[in-house]
């Protein structure tokens, strides 16, 4: 959980604002509507939502639609890397069609890959060695280095800006993690998903009956990825941890809800403190949510008195020793049973 920096307001430029008007819905956004004009955005409207995203871009729900008979560009170029091997490469044709770790590429394709025949998880990062080959629904995942996905919804208003993004994913990129392909970093690849959901402007972080307004409601209601590898993030106006106002934000694990701000690098750290919270860095642990340790002792962006100020995980260089982010590649929670 996080409370408010100081001085900072929230993010409230709106992508799109759909309203419905009988059939009819209008898209009231000028800059929406500037964007979609250049091609740089595209915006669809459905009966219960309005969904923004790059021109040519993929919701989540359509990735999945099209898991079945589509094939990732980086699955595509991973086959050309081995030789441009083509669908006679499957497990029917192979002549040798063991597939010793179950994990959805026989062994022998596994040797081309590079990848371990008797690990079905090679790099450890929670997404079966054949699923980040060959499953459109994890977008330029490679089996010998760490991936981490992530939807990201939001009610109203709230959008999670470009900027913000890019700092996320390059903090991930920059991380002291070694992959079996011999690079280190982590792959942070986050999908921002629907946008406009109604609420009630604040969503709660405990389970609890009633009105749908807690975050596991809408995960419930809106996950696309719901049972797979990805975590789940909802932005709202405001986020009441255990009913406590106050505070912007909280994570569980394999989930998150957020407020957003103006600028990017408030916004990416908080994004950064409440996944460290869905991965299992919880309040159990020395240091964490607390003002106990300055950045010195506890370097890390779960220390209350470096939220805000910077978005690493600890490395076990401080004080306290700890290597956050040997935990967040190895250890850290996975969402594929959470519902």
Do not use: C
Not at 84 to 91: L, Q, R, V, W, Y
Not at 178 to 183: C, I, K, L, V
């Amino acid at each position: 959980m996080a409370s408010r920096p100081r001085g900072a307001r929230r993010r409230l430029a709106a992508l799109a604002d759909a309203v419905s008007v009988g059939p009819i819905h209008v898209v009231t956004a000028l800059l929406v509507v500037a964007a979609v004009a250049s091609g740089t955005l595209a915006v669809s409207v459905s009966d219960d939502e309005t969904q923004v995203r790059p021109a040519g871009g993929a919701t989540v729900a359509e990735r999945l639609a099209d898991a079945d008979d589509a094939e990732t560009e980086g699955a595509a170029a991973r086959r050309q890397s081995v030789g441009g091997a083509t669908e006679s490469d499957g497990p029917t044709a192979s002549v040798n069609a063991t597939d010793t770790d179950a994990d959805g590429l026989v062994d022998e394709r596994e040797r081309r890959l590079g990848t371990d025949p008797t690990d079905p998880d090679t790099d450890g990062d929670g997404i079966p060695d054949g699923a980040e080959v060959d499953d459109a629904l994890y977008p330029d995942a490679d089996p010998l280095e760490h991936d981490i996905y992530v939807e990201v919804d939001a009610t109203g208003e709230n959008q999670l800006s470009e900027a913000a993004v890019d700092l996320i994913e390059r903090t991930f990129a920059d991380a002291p993690v070694e992959n079996p392909s011999g690079e280190s970093g982590i792959d942070m690849h986050v999908f921002v998903d629907d946008g406009g959901l109604e609420s009630n402007a604040t969503v709660y972080s405990t389970d609890r009956p009633g009105p749908r307004d807690d975050m596991y409601d809408f995960r419930e209601d809106h996950f696309d990825a719901s049972g797979s590898a990805y975590y789940y993030v909802v932005l709202a106006d405001d986020v009441a941890y255990d009913g406590q106002p106050r505070y912007v934000g909280a994570g569980r694990p394999g989930i998150v809800a957020m407020q957003t701000f103006d600028a990017p690098k408030l916004t990416a750290s908080l994004f950064m403190h409440e996944l460290g919270h869905a991965f299992g860095l919880d309040g159990r642990a020395e240091g964490v949510d607390s003002k106990t340790y300055s950045t010195e002792e506890y370097d890390s962006v779960m220390n209350y008195n470096g939220l805000y100020d910077q978005l690493d995980y600890s490395n076990g260089t401080d004080g306290l020793g700890r290597d956050e982010w040997q935990y967040v590649a190895r250890e850290r929670h996975q969402p594929g049973d959470d519902r």
